[in-house]
């Protein structure tokens, strides 16, 4: 089993809106050696406004390879501005496969899709630019990786 935890916070005083503030917990655990499941929790605060993320993933070797699974929650609270930022919410899910080549080398693919509620504009890095509030975005990867 695995904890960490951090806490930053940042201010500048050329603004009125108060500090920025990053906190994060997260954790680990071996299942007997058939999943490892992972866990974290994140909140970023800027004046009146919050952003919660969980994320709840798990790992399970299969062969030479691994299945990853993945789901992250993005809560937002309060105002930025005159503007209510309550209802603007997303979840994240990812499946992937690991495919090891040689202790180095693997292959790998990963598909992911962020459903977003109210205004909430999130996206899958590499997706399409302009998305709608509310709307979802999707991705599919695929790569080589290699490590020196």
């Given amino acids: 089993m695995a ?65 990853k699974l993945s789901a992250v929650q993005a809560d937002l609270s309060g105002r930025v501005g005159a503007t209510t930022i309550d209802a603007n919410d997303a979840l994240q899910v990812g499946l992937g496969y690991v495919h090891n080549l040689s202790k180095r080398t693997a292959l790998y693919a990963t598909v992911s899709r962020i459903d977003n509620d109210g205004a909430a504009t999130f996206v899958v890095p590499g997706g399409a630019s302009g998305l709608g509030g509310g709307q979802s975005s999707s991705g599919i990867e695929a790569g080589l990786r290699h490590s020196f």
Avoid: H, I, M
Avoid at 34 to 52: C, G, M, P
Avoid at 53 to 63: K, Q
């Fill in 3 to 67: 904890v960490s935890a951090a806490y930053t916070a940042t201010e500048n005083n050329l603004t009125s809106t108060g500090k920025f503030t990053d906190t994060v917990v997260g954790g680990s655990w071996n299942v007997g050696g058939v999943v490892r499941l992972s866990a974290a929790w994140r909140r970023f605060e800027q004046a009146d406004s919050e952003q919660t993320n969980t994320l709840l993933a798990a790992s399970v070797p299969v062969g030479v390879g691994e299945f």
